[in-house]
Each structure stands twice: as structure tokens, then as C-alpha cells.
């Protein structure tokens, strides 16, 4: 690893005086800083954060407690990492309990990480760590915080699912279409980030606006998502009128939704539309690809870092507060 040592050495000035050009300091001519930087960077130097913490007293670690790797999650993370990386921060990543309701687990995760002291803290979907009980014990040490994709009066970054599928109802509508059903969960299904209702919500919404016929095909909790889809065939044949369109609640259950509308010779969208809703790369894998509403997950992640940049800074919170709501767009592809 490249020191400052090795720096000074090649540019034939003191460490200190190194140390001063990449902190951009005082003291030192415009010249020897323009050395400096080109030999700290042709060396490859990458500053030690965790010796620079124990110099400075200065805490350089965000700590984020998440739950899932899901492709969605992960690029709410990668986001979230690189903001703060690029703010001089590093992040460290705690994965709450393997099961939801586990409150032992939780105390004892959340009790470790406070442990840490860590300069900011985020709370990811499906940590399983209750939100308002998290938010409680950093707001008691002083450690700002951010939730993302969660629920109850503390400061977070969601997504707008309800207006997305609002709008995709909208839009099967521009298409003519009038039986339009929503398939998927009819509440939420974890404790810490919204899920089903909130996109159940847009569908109602839009479908009283439009005065439309409402048809859910609701789906059993206990049901994955892959299983959910294929089951739902039969209350969709069964419809009297069979819907013209219908609006899933994920990729996944879309994906499986139309494996069986095509073991059944129903064309897709001839004889029906299909919206899914995440965009997961799997939509476009799906035949006909799928078209599907898709989240604003990078966006929640740099979101979510700036957030913890402004509280770390002392900014007043605006005038609106912390939270921020997303809005999620409707990809349009061959299903619909």
C-alpha cells in the first residue's frame, strides 16, 4: 500500500508537507500541491480512513443495517455507497434478523450497532428491525438516520407505489381497456417497508376516478410470488367478463402469471394486457417482454445518502421535512 512516506520521497518534500497539498492546506505553493496530487494518484494513494479516524477523532463510518440482496435492494445500496464514498465516507453493513418478529435478534443486532458509534445510520427494506424503535434509539444518541421503503412518522425515502400503479391503470385505459383487474397481495406482508396495499391503493384509486368495474384477484399471504401467479389463472378464467387487462403485483408473479395465460392459448396482449411492476431483469426475459412499472431504486439510494450528508452538515431539516417520495415510471414494452 502506497504511503505518504512514498509520496515525499518522490517528490523530495517532507511527509507533513504532503499530508497539507491532499488536505488542502495552507502552506504549501501551488506548484509542490500540483506534485503532489500527480504522484499520489500515478501511485494509486488511497487515503488509510480508519487511521485518519483515529487521528482526527473524526468518524468516518455510516453504518447501514439491511436485510435482503435482492437486485432491487442492491441498487438502492450501491447507490447509497457510492454517494457517500465520494463524500469521504465508508459503509459498514449489519444484516438484521434472518426472520421478521424475531425481537430478540433484534435488540441484540440493534444494540451492537449503536455499540459502534457510527457517525450516521440507514435502515434498508426488509431489515427486520422495527423502524420506529430503531429511529427511537439513534434519535437518543444523536446519530442521524434515514429509513428507506418504510412506514410511521420517522424520516424515510420511499417509493410512490400507489401512483405508479395509478398511472399504469390509467394508461391500460388510453388502451380501450375496461375490465382491468389488479392481481397480488391485498396488505402488506412485512413489518418494515410498504408492500401490497399501498399498490392496491393506486388501483381503487384510479379505477373510482375512471367509474370502472373493480376486480382483485387477491393472493393468499402464505403464497410466493412465482406460485401466486400460476394459481391466479384460474379466478382470471373464471371472471364473468374475463378481465381485458390485468395489473400484477410484481415481475416475479407477472412472469408466472404469464406462463399460465400461454399454457391456456391466451394471447398476450391480444387477448389480454400485462403489467408487471419492479422492472427486474426478468421483464425482459418474459415473452412477450413485460411491461411493468419501473422503481426509482438507484434514485432512493443517492436519495437517502444525500439526506444523511445535509444531517451530518447541521442543515435545518426543510420545510417538507426529511422524507421523500419517488415517483416510480411506467416502462413500456410488448405485454401492454
Not at 83 to 112: C, M, N, Q, T
Not at 173 to 201: C, E, F, P, Q, W
Not at 215 to 223: D, G, I, T
Request: net charge positive; aromatic share 6%.
Amino acid at each position: 500500500m502506497v504511503s505518504l512516506k512514498d509520496i515525499a520521497a518522490v517528490v523530495g518534500v517532507s511527509i507533513r508537507t504532503v499530508n497539507r497539498a491532499l488536505k488542502k492546506e495552507a502552506y504549501v505553493s501551488e506548484d509542490v500541491r500540483k506534485q503532489v496530487l500527480e504522484v499520489a494518484q500515478r501511485l494509486g494513494y488511497r487515503p488509510h480512513l480508519a487511521a485518519r479516524s483515529l487521528k482526527t477523532g473524526k468518524n468516518t463510518e455510516v453504518g447501514a443495517i439491511v436485510g435482503s440482496l435482492d437486485e432491487l435492494h442492491m441498487a438502492k445500496m450501491l447507490a447509497f455507497e457510492r454517494a457517500l464514498r465520494a463524500a469521504g465516507y465508508s459503509v459498514h453493513l449489519v444484516f438484521g434478523p434472518h426472520e421478521d418478529g424475531d425481537r430478540r435478534a433484534s435488540k441484540r443486532i440493534l444494540r451492537s450497532f449503536v455499540e459502534r458509534r457510527p457517525v450516521a445510520a440507514a435502515l434498508f427494506p426488509q431489515a427486520h428491525v422495527p423502524p420506529g424503535e430503531a429511529a427511537a434509539q439513534f434519535d437518543s444518541l444523536e446519530i442521524p438516520y434515514v429509513a428507506i421503503n418504510s412506514t410511521g412518522g420517522i424520516d424515510k425515502i420511499c417509493i410512490d407505489r400507489q401512483q405508479g400503479v395509478y398511472d399504469s391503470i390509467l394508461y391500460l385505459a388510453s388502451l380501450g381497456k375496461r375490465n382491468i383487474a389488479y392481481l397480488g397481495y391485498t396488505s402488506d406482508r412485512h413489518g418494515d417497508y410498504v408492500s401490497g396495499r399501498m399498490r392496491l391503493d393506486g388501483y381503487e384509486r384510479a379505477m373510482y376516478q375512471m367509474n370502472l368495474p373493480q376486480r382483485v384477484l387477491a393472493v393468499e399471504p402464505h403464497l410466493s410470488e412465482t406460485e401466486a401467479g400460476c394459481r391466479a389463472i384460474w379466478a382470471f378464467l373464471a371472471g364473468r367478463p374475463r378481465p381485458d387487462a390485468v395489473q400484477v403485483y410484481s415481475d416475479v408473479m407477472a412472469a408466472s402469471f404469464l406462463a399460465a395465460l400461454h399454457e391456456h392459448n391466451i394471447r398476450v396482449p391480444e387477448d389480454v394486457a400485462v403489467i408487471g411492476f419492479d422492472n427486474r431483469r426478468i421483464a425482459q426475459l418474459c415473452w412477450p417482454r413485460l411491461t411493468t412499472v419501473s422503481q426509482a431504486n438507484a434514485e432512493v439510494g443517492a436519495a437517502a445518502a444525500d439526506v444523511l450528508l445535509a444531517k451530518m452538515r447541521g442543515e435545518p431539516a426543510p420545510p417538507e421535512g426529511w422524507s421523500r417520495l419517488l415517483p416510480p415510471k411506467l416502462v413500456v414494452r410488448e405485454t401492454a
